[in-house]
Structures are given as structure tokens and as C-alpha cells.
């Protein structure tokens, strides 16, 4: 079984500057995905940024971008220019490799991150 | 598309009543997933779907939970009866088979007292 750890309950950061959320996770599997779920108080679950293992390049979008270490099983996101919207819970999650048997397709979550972006 | 939608938004119950949540996903998506979030428990996936077919129900908690997709746009999930430690936030998500993004409805917020 896969599990997500993120060791930071809640974060702030002040505005315009960048913050790094942590993300470790256990698995056995060599083929996966990864992501970043935002959650902010509108209850909604919006994707951030998603990471497949078998690309070495860092994914990036806009102002986020992650740091994947595959081989340290890490997965950290980072928030560049940060901005009042970005206030929310943060959710780092896995997914076996979509074209593998039983159980693909459904993500493990982390416990989450609170960030709060400062004025 | 309107995406995933989940009815109702917020639900009160008493313990011991019957209750039925609806979502209806995306369509052409083919594989729709229960979760549940708790402030204890984090995100939990319950139940999932392909093809409408239930794959994986080892998350559902206790008998008390059951769901059913009776056709490929419509999902339940039901609890009877509810108990108190019930109370947390139900989330629908589908996804189509071969794209790894699950699209999330906003989530029924169920309060049993």
C-alpha cells in the first residue's frame, strides 16, 4: 500500500514571496503519478500541478513548481509570487500507474498543508 | 461542461435516519470515485467505479454504507442509519480512463447530530 506523508499542518508566507511545501511518500511501485491538490475554503478540489515518475524533468505551471526526487521518494511544491488566492489547504496525492491492474486511477492523500499568505 | 455535481451541498440529520448521496459526473468519464474527509482521517477513498461497475468497495467503513451507479451518469452513496461519527465531507470524482486528472464535485457536507 502507498502512503503520502506531509509533515507541515499549516504554513504562512508573506505576500510576493515563495513558499515550498513538503510531500514524502512510500511506495513500491516504479511507475506512478503525482500531484498537488488545492483545496481552498470553497471546499473545492482544484488540481495544481501534476508530476508522472518516469519524467525526470521538474513540471512546472506558472507560479508553481515541484521538486521531485524519485529516488528520496520526495515530492515538494513550490509557490512562487505568491498571492492572496493562493490561501488554502494543500494536498500532495499518488496514483499507481494508470495503465497498471486493479486499484489504478485512485489517488492517496496527504493530511494536508494549511497555507495562509500574509498581507 | 458543468462538471462533477453533487447534490445535496450540506446535509442535517438525525442519527439513525436514512441518507442518500447523489453525484452525477462528467460526461464520457468512466471511472467515478467516492472519498470521504474528515479533520481526524484526512481524504479516504471509499468506493470506486468503472464502467459503472463497483471495482474496489475495501474502503467503505462499515455495512451501514452502501453505493450503487445504476447507468453512467448517475452515482449514490447511502447510509442507514447514520450515527454521529458519520459527520464529514463526501466528495464525488470522476476521471477518464486514460487521462490521470480526476475532476472533483464540491462536496456534500453531512452533519448527523
Known amino acids: 500500500a502507498q502512503t503520502v506523508t506531509q509533515s507541515q499542518p499549516e504554513m504562512s508566507v508573506q505576500e510576493a514571496e515563495t513558499v515550498t511545501l513538503s510531500c514524502t511518500y512510500d511506495?513500491?511501485?516504479?511507475?506512478?503519478?503525482l500531484f498537488w491538490y488545492k483545496q481552498p475554503p470553497s471546499r473545492q478540489m482544484i488540481l495544481v500541478i501534476r508530476?508522472?515518475?518516469?519524467?525526470?524533468q521538474n513540471a512546472t505551471e506558472n507560479r508553481f513548481s515541484v521538486n521531485f526526487q524519485k529516488a528520496a521518494k520526495s515530492f515538494s511544491l513550490k509557490i512562487s509570487d505568491s498571492q492572496l488566492g493562493d490561501t488554502a489547504m494543500y494536498f500532495c496525492?499518488?496514483?499507481?500507474?494508470?495503465?497498471?491492474?486493479?486499484?489504478?486511477?485512485?489517488?492517496?492523500f496527504g493530511k494536508g498543508t494549511k497555507l495562509s499568505v500574509i498581507p | 461542461d458543468a462538471g462533477v455535481i453533487q447534490s445535496p451541498r450540506h446535509e442535517v440529520t438525525e442519527m439513525g435516519q436514512e441518507v442518500t448521496l447523489r453525484c452525477k459526473p462528467i460526461?464520457?468519464?468512466?471511472?467515478l470515485f467516492w472519498y470521504r474527509q474528515t479533520m481526524m482521517r484526512g481524504l479516504e477513498l471509499l468506493i470506486y467505479?468503472?464502467?459503472?461497475?463497483?471495482?474496489?468497495d475495501s474502503g467503505m467503513p462499515e455495512d451501514r454504507f452502501s453505493a450503487k451507479m445504476p447507468n453512467a451518469s448517475f452515482s449514490t452513496l447511502k447510509i442507514q442509519p447514520s450515527e454521529p461519527r458519520d459527520s464529514a465531507v463526501y466528495f464525488c470524482?470522476?476521471?477518464?480512463?486514460?487521462?490521470?486528472?480526476?475532476?472533483f464535485g464540491q462536496g456534500t457536507r453531512l452533519t448527523v447530530v
Open positions: 470524482a470522476s476521471i477518464i480512463r486514460g487521462n490521470t486528472e480526476a475532476f
Open positions: 460526461s464520457g468519464h468512466n471511472s
Open positions: 467505479f468503472n464502467n459503472n461497475v463497483p471495482i474496489d
Open positions: 511506495t513500491s511501485e516504479n511507475n506512478y503519478y
Open positions: 496525492a499518488f496514483m499507481k500507474d494508470a495503465y497498471s491492474g486493479a486499484g489504478s486511477y485512485q489517488l492517496t
Open positions: 508530476q508522472e515518475a518516469y519524467k525526470q
